[in-house]
């Protein structure tokens, strides 16, 4: 490739990636064409592209921005993923996705807030961001839950000892007095 095309190729690249902060890398060399064809409309469908990028071209596109660490740990013949709503769901759909296409080998990833590329097997175990918030929230609403809890228990204790007497005179039993 000529130097001018490289530069085209890696502007091309800095505009394309310059703003993603959450990516997967793959390697999807030993499908067939109609398996990379039948991956790729599968992937179309949940608005996610994949495309196979050089890996030199790419490191240098993609310095100062988020996907650097990820670019530095690239080996061999690659394909970055984005598009999904993070690399942790994206990484769990394509555990799924490497069951149909045995030959896609799954690389690296990487999440907006670490500094460092994880392979997509543990980056699958992590929690997503929905998940990550509703535990937050679970465990700012928890303390609130235990006091309305322990302010209704007692109340609710008087209320069936009053019940009871309310009963016991309806019927015309006495009430016995407690020493």
Not at 52 to 74: D, I, Y
Not at 101 to 123: A, Q, S, W
Request: net charge positive; hydrophobic share 45%; with cysteine.
């Amino acid at each position: 490739m000529s130097r001018k095309i490289k530069e085209m190729v890696e502007g091309e690249m800095k505009s394309r990636y310059g703003a993603v902060k959450e990516a997967l890398i793959v390697n999807a060399i030993g499908l067939t064409g109609i398996e990379a064809n039948n991956l790729r409309r599968e992937l179309h469908k949940k608005k996610w592209q994949m495309h196979v990028v050089p890996n030199r071209l790419f490191r240098r596109a993609s310095e100062g921005t988020a996907l650097s660490p990820l670019a530095k740990k690239m080996t061999g013949p690659c394909a970055i993923v984005t598009g999904g709503p993070s690399a942790v769901e994206m990484a769990k759909e394509f555990l799924k996705i490497a069951e149909t296409f045995p030959k896609l080998e799954l690389k690296i990833g990487l999440v907006e807030g670490l500094d460092d590329p994880m392979p997509v097997g543990e980056l699958s175990k992590l929690k997503t961001r929905g998940e990550m918030i509703g535990d937050v929230v679970m465990l700012a609403v928890s303390p609130g839950r235990r006091l309305a809890g322990a302010v209704k228990a007692p109340g609710g204790k008087v209320a069936a000892c009053i019940k009871s007497i309310i009963d016991k005179l309806e019927k015309g039993e006495a009430i016995a007095k407690v020493a």
